[in-house]
């Protein structure tokens, strides 16, 4: 069933990218709402409370013990320069860079990543990904879906609707044992800190409804 799932949700986002990403260029991922701290997400009146016990998941164990790109380096760093040397999520901070969006979410306060670690990025068609890490405005509306201007730590993840920056609506389900992102992206590492964000490594790039 995950395997079926995969394929089709991995056939449908490449399809998205090929034809431009559904409303690109609309503007609406200046990033403004990542200014503003404390933003109403889709669950009203959430914000991260600090009160889960650190990052876990399987995935955690893929970064690094020590020095940069650890877990204890990037928290206390702004996420764009925190994931900057990251083994995970080394292909997210090109993204950013390529999007424009990296000094904007080092400056933001208090906002939620749900970061795509680097196989999500390598499960699609070179020549698609490659178009499309060109094309500056389709990849920062993009990547505006992953960020949410509100802290939310795992403890408010089932059964959230959050609001992201380009607009859409970010659902999640499940549970401790397993956190599920608009029904098919799975939270490898949930409740990693930087200095203003909290960071949920998610296993697929999530798609703009």
Do not use: W
Not at 52 to 59: E, I, K
Not at 70 to 80: E, V
Not at 112 to 140: C, E, H, I, W
Request: charged share 20%.
């Amino acid at each position: 069933m995950r395997g079926s799932t995969l394929a089709a949700v991995t056939t449908a986002v490449a399809l998205a990218l090929a034809l431009g990403a559904c409303g690109s260029g609309n503007g609406d991922t200046d990033g403004e709402g990542a200014q503003e701290s404390g933003q109403e997400s889709g669950r009203e009146g959430a914000a991260g409370d600090g009160s889960t016990d650190g990052p876990f998941g399987p995935g955690c164990s893929d970064f690094p013990s020590e020095g940069g790109g650890s877990l204890d380096a990037m928290a206390d760093q702004p996420f764009a320069t925190a994931i900057a040397d990251s083994p995970v999520l080394g292909n997210l901070a090109d993204a950013l860079e390529r999007a424009g969006l990296s000094e904007e979410l080092d400056n933001a306060e208090g906002v939620t990543v749900f970061a795509p670690a680097n196989d999500a990025f390598d499960m699609y068609p070179d020549g698609q990904m490659d178009d499309l890490l060109k094309d500056s405005g389709r990849l920062a509306y993009l990547l505006g879906y992953h960020v949410v201007a509100s802290e939310v730590d795992s403890s408010e993840l089932d059964g959230g609707v959050f609001d992201s920056l380009n607009g859409g609506q970010v659902r999640v389900s499940g549970s401790r044992a397993e956190y599920t992102v608009d029904g098919y992206a799975t939270v490898d590492c949930a409740d990693v800190r930087t200095a203003n964000a909290t960071v949920h490594v998610v296993d697929m790039l999530l798609m703009p409804s």
